[in-house]
C-alpha cells in the first residue's frame, strides 16, 4: 500500500519540446553502475543509439560511478521515454553480465528542467567540474569519462552536440574552444549547488517565473490520460491482425507470446500503467510477463 500511495504522489514530469534538461541517475542504495571501461563505453554506445531513436541532443554528460549526469535537449519524444529506454537496456546488459538480476538504478531518474539563456553555460561547467568536486582529480580535463574532452577537441565525440555552446564563446572554432577551457577553469573551487538539483519550481524547473508559466503551460496542454493495459492490448493486436478474444485463451504458441510480450514491454516503458495490470487482464504470471518483454 506504501508504495502504491508513493506511486500516486508522483508528480507528472514537465514536457517541453525544445526544452533542455539536468538529468541525474543514481545507483540503488548508492552503490556502483559502473564496474569496467567496457561498462561505460557500453553506456555511452545505448546513449547514441537512443539519440538515432528519439531525435534528442546531447550536449554534456559525465559518468562517475555510482551515477550520471547529463544535459540533454528533448524533441518531440518526452524525457521520459528516453531515460526509460536508456535505464532498461543498461540494467539488462549489466544484470547479464554480472548474473544478477533486479533493478540497478534508485527509482526513477531526477531532472530538471532549466532556463537555457541563464543557466546552460554554467550547468555544463557544474557537470563537467563534478569528478573535481569529487576529489577525483584536479581539473576537468584530467577525467576521462565526461564530454569535457568532446568540447576541447581532444575527444572527438560524432555524437554530442557541442555547437550551441562554443558558439556562446566565439563564431571562431578555436577561439571558442580555447574561451571555453578559460571558463571551465573559472569554476574550479565551485561547490555543490543546490538550485541544478531541485529546481525553483515545483522541484522540476530552474528558471525565471516566466519560463516556468510557459513550460507548465506547454506541458498540460500535451498531457493526455494515461493509457490502460487494455487500450495497449487492444492497438498491438490491431497490428498483428488478431481478434482480442483471443489473448484471454489459454494459447501460448506465436504471435500470442510475442504479443503479450510487446505489450509488457510498452506498459514497463509509460507511467501511469503497472505490468499487474496487464497480469490481470489476463490472468497470466507477472514474472512470466516480466520475462516476455525482456525477450
Not at 529506454?85 to 547479464?96: A, C, H, P, S
Request: with cysteine; charged share 25%.
Amino acid at each position: 500500500k506504501a508504495a502504491h500511495d508513493l506511486s500516486m504522489a508522483r508528480k507528472p514530469r514537465i514536457h517541453l519540446p525544445g526544452g533542455y534538461y539536468h538529468v541525474m541517475m543514481r545507483g540503488n542504495g548508492g552503490n556502483n553502475i559502473f564496474f569496467s571501461s567496457g561498462d561505460r563505453n557500453r553506456f555511452l554506445l545505448f546513449m547514441q543509439e537512443g539519440i538515432e531513436r528519439y531525435d534528442h541532443r546531447v550536449h554534456a554528460f559525465c559518468l562517475m560511478d555510482n551515477h550520471v549526469h547529463l544535459l540533454i535537449q528533448v524533441g518531440a519524444t518526452p524525457l521520459s521515454n528516453v531515460m526509460q529506454n536508456l535505464g532498461f537496456r543498461y540494467t539488462r546488459y549489466i544484470n547479464k553480465k554480472r548474473k544478477t538480476v533486479g533493478h540497478l538504478f534508485q527509482g526513477r531518474f531526477k531532472s530538471i528542467l532549466i532556463e537555457a539563456d541563464n543557466y546552460l553555460l554554467t550547468l555544463m561547467r557544474y557537470i563537467h567540474l563534478n569528478p573535481v568536486r569529487a576529489g577525483m582529480c584536479e581539473s576537468a580535463g584530467e577525467y576521462e569519462w565526461s564530454s569535457h574532452g568532446g568540447y576541447l577537441g581532444s575527444t572527438p565525440i560524432a555524437w554530442l552536440h557541442t555547437q550551441e555552446v562554443l558558439a556562446r564563446f566565439s563564431s571562431d572554432e578555436q577561439q571558442a574552444r580555447t574561451r571555453y577551457a578559460e571558463f571551465i577553469e573559472k569554476g574550479n573551487g565551485e561547490k555543490w549547488r543546490k538550485e541544478f538539483h531541485h529546481g525553483s519550481h515545483l522541484g522540476q524547473i530552474l528558471g525565471t517565473d516566466h519560463f516556468a508559466d510557459i513550460a507548465i503551460k506547454t506541458s498540460d496542454q500535451g498531457i493526455t490520460k494515461p493509457r490502460t493495459a487494455i487500450e495497449i492490448l487492444t492497438t498491438v493486436c490491431k497490428v498483428y491482425g488478431i481478434e482480442l478474444d483471443r489473448m484471454y485463451k489459454s494459447g501460448n504458441g506465436r504471435p500470442y507470446s510475442e504479443i503479450r510480450g510487446i505489450v509488457a514491454m510498452l506498459i514497463q516503458e509509460s507511467e501511469g500503467i503497472k505490468l499487474t495490470s496487464l497480469a490481470k487482464e489476463l490472468g497470466r504470471d507477472l514474472s512470466a510477463l516480466s520475462k516476455a518483454a525482456e525477450r
